[in-house]
């Protein structure tokens, strides 16, 4: 997604980099991410801002791009909602964010001209998704968020943000279908770096692969049992004794994103998409008041109330307990991973043998217990951009050194065992055209879009209605928004 902050009159990397990562706020952040931003709060940001005024304006027209009005308020919005997800701005003038929010407003109306279809269920969808966050951040119910942003009512809160959703939903869909078709060719990305001088080709930090196998304690079925007989007498007792559901959820709950809630989750409707399939089959089962027998999932086992059904949302509250794990399945967890290093450190083995035999993570271990990086879905990570946690675990192995064994835990395992691996490391390198080749052509095709766009908003802005008021008639753009003005 790009950004247009200069004009690229030369080929420069620290360029492309910098408006491609500014541009994920600007383009991607609108979709999955966006929020209103409450009046008060975009006063409030607009004057600590770095690219503030020294005034809050009265609301006017600032611009008009085709069928888009753009707003005074607009502008301090998109600078609200940008520090809102941790952009950093500073070194940004007001006029090229100006300039960006002009860019999305074309974006959009260009979209609708060439008839992009929206994915309405998508974007509702996404308006589900977000009301259910900022209500299960905030602990509140539906009435509060009306109340907050200033709405009329839920319908009307639900109509602004699936416009604001809409908008961004079309311009991410026109940019990509200008830059779908772009590609590069090898005789490009050879041309492309030997464009770049010398003394400005990128420095790629160090990389490595990172391998792990985890072994994860045993549950006994007599610990399974235990839980079960315990989620039914609390189903019992406030069946029965009159007991409430939210002070059980609120004692005794292992889930602590809900239990100081008293259990409640967010609304639920059928079209979420991501849900975890056995929560989702008891509670679209219940009826309302109803509580449902203990079911597993791989969080542990839980007991569903079904408070409310109102209208396609249903209020649900539940509890979650994890069976307890012995002291003899633990001590045999580690004893397993204790003999599964031996057999590596000792040469009887391979590290990707003893994953493919031993590990009991599904998602590496037939990989050969090689972690995947979930930013660029490879194997590889740089170390400076590397989880903090991660970095902990393996800073100091050597390439193919094992490590020692480490207790570890994650959002379904209280307690588990693994050992570590680093391997395949290249230290801070000066871009090399043979060894980087496919980080090369990476940035080449990011060029060669930048061009594409510019190319592209060019001949589009000739052809579209755009009028620009007041103070912004002053800027400095790249683009020719002022035209014959």
């Not at 260009?110 to 998704?129: F, M, R």
């Not at 009512?153 to 809409?166: G, P, T």
């Not at 004794?241 to 639920?268: H, I, Q, R, V, W």
Request: charged letters at 30%.
């Amino acid at each position: 997604m790009i950004f247009q902050k200069m004009q690229l009159k030369t080929i420069n990397f620290k360029f492309i980099t910098n408006t491609l990562s500014l541009c994920f706020f600007l383009y991607v952040g609108t979709i999955g991410a966006q929020e209103i931003i409450p009046d008060e709060v975009v006063k409030e940001k607009v004057k600590d801002s770095v690219v503030n005024t020294s005034r809050i304006k009265a609301d006017g027209v600032a611009a008009v791009v085709g069928d888009f009005i753009v707003l005074e308020s607009d502008l301090d919005r998109e600078i609200a909602q940008l520090e809102a997800q941790g952009a950093d701005l500073s070194g940004v003038t007001r006029c090229e964010l100006f300039g960006s929010l002009l860019e999305k407003k074309l974006y959009a109306h260009q979209a609708i001209q060439d008839s992009i279809i929206v994915n309405e269920l998508y974007i509702k969808s996404l308006v589900d998704q977000q009301i259910e966050g900022i209500l299960a951040q905030s602990r509140q119910d539906i009435d509060w968020l009306v109340n907050y942003y200033k709405k009329e009512s839920e319908q009307a809160l639900r109509d602004e943000m699936y416009e604001i959703n809409k908008n961004g939903y079309l311009a991410q869909e026109m940019q990509k279908k200008v830059i779908d078709d772009v590609e590069v060719t090898p005789e490009e990305v050879r041309t492309f770096f030997n464009d770049i001088p010398k003394d400005e080709r990128p420095t790629f930090g160090t990389e490595l692969k990172v391998s792990q196998i985890v072994v994860i304690p045993e549950v006994t079925e007599e610990a399974k049992k235990a839980v079960i007989e315990r989620l039914k007498g609390f189903k019992k007792d406030v069946e029965e004794n009159g007991a409430k559901f939210a002070t059980k959820a609120l004692f005794y709950s292992e889930d602590s994103g809900s239990k100081n809630n008293g259990g409640l989750l967010p609304a639920m409707n059928r079209k979420q998409p991501r849900m975890v399939k056995e929560f989702r089959d008891v509670a679209f089962n219940l009826q309302e008041g109803e509580i449902s027998e203990p079911f597993e999932t791989d969080f542990g086992f839980h007991i569903i109330y079904l408070e409310k059904i109102r209208g396609q949302e249903y209020i649900v509250r539940h509890i979650l307990l994890r069976p307890e794990l012995t002291p003899e399945t633990i001590e045999k967890a580690q004893e397993k991973i204790e003999k599964v290093r031996e057999l590596i450190v000792n040469g009887k083995t391979t590290f990707a043998e003893a994953a493919l035999e031993f590990s009991d993570e599904e998602e590496t271990k037939f990989e050969g217990g090689r972690l995947t990086n979930p930013t660029t879905q490879d194997f590889n990570f740089e170390l400076t951009k590397m989880d903090t946690e991660m970095y902990t675990q393996i800073q100091g192995l050597k390439d193919g050194e094992v490590s020692q064994i480490i207790q570890d835990e994650d959002r379904v395992n209280n307690i588990k065992f693994k050992i570590m691996m680093v391997s395949d490391r290249i230290d801070d390198h000066e871009a090399d055209y043979a060894r980087d080749y496919l980080k090369i052509k990476e940035l080449a095709l990011q060029d060669k879009q930048v061009r594409a766009i510019e190319k592209w908003q060019k001949e589009v802005i000739t052809n579209t209605y755009v009028k620009i008021n007041g103070e912004y008639r002053n800027c400095d753009y790249q683009s020719n928004w002022l035209k014959i003005q």
